[in-house]
């Protein structure tokens, strides 16, 4: 399954404003400007409430949450996909 839908409608809606400025799948939302830390745990809660994880402390790294490719891919290894 591939959840870049449901990410990219996420982030346009919270953090761009409903401005689809054709954000790439694979560019860094941190060092992009689009989220903050504050961000992170929004996207973080999302995540959880959407998709019924747990997201541990030691899973809140760039490589799962840094751009919605990376998103995606620790999506599918967390469910099982």
């Given amino acids: 399954m591939d ?15 409903g401005d689809e400025n054709n954000l790439e799948k694979n560019a860094s939302l941190l060092e992009n400007g689009i989220i903050d830390s504050t961000g992170v745990l929004e996207l973080i809660s999302f995540l959880e ?3 019924g994880i747990t997201i541990e402390d ?8 840094d751009s919605m490719d990376n998103i995606n891919n620790f999506l599918k290894k967390k469910l099982n996909n």
């Fill in 58 to 65: 030691d899973e809140m790294v760039p490589e799962n949450l």
């Fill in 3 to 17: 959840y870049i839908e449901d990410i990219n409608k996420f982030i346009i809606e919270n953090f761009l404003f």
């Fill in 49 to 51: 409430e959407t998709y």
